[in-house]
C-alpha cells in the first residue's frame, strides 16, 4: 500500500470517516449536503457496520505493537496523521 500501513491500520481512517458520516445522518436527519428527510441507510446496516468497524479497532488495539512493528518506523505518525485527516476534512466541508 501506498502508506505503507498494515492493511488492519490502513482501513481503520477510512471507515471512521463513513461511520463518522452514517451517525450525523442518523444524528441530524439529513444528508451530509443539506438535503431534508434523508437520514441514511436502514437500521441494520448502522447495526452490521458499526460491529465490523469495532471489531477492526479492537483487533488494532490488540495487537497494536505487532502491526507497528511490522510497518515502518514512522508508522504511528502517518497512521495518526491519516486519521485526523480521513475524519477532520470531510466534517469541515459545509
Known amino acids: 500500500m501506498a502508506l505503507r500501513l498494515e492493511p488492519t491500520l490502513a482501513m481503520i481512517p477510512p471507515l471512521a470517516s463513513l461511520l463518522c458520516m452514517l451517525y450525523y445522518m442518523k444524528i ?35 495487537n497494536w505493537d505487532d502491526l507497528i512493528e511490522a510497518s515502518h518506523v514512522d508508522a504511528k505518525e502517518r497512521f495518526v496523521a491519516f486519521t485526523v485527516v480521513q475524519i477532520c476534512i470531510p466534517q469541515l466541508i459545509p
Open 28 to 62: 441530524m436527519q439529513q444528508s451530509p449536503i443539506g438535503v431534508p428527510d434523508i437520514s441514511g441507510p436502514p437500521v441494520p446496516a448502522y447495526v452490521i457496520f458499526t460491529t465490523v468497524f469495532g471489531l477492526l479497532v479492537a483487533n488494532a488495539c490488540i
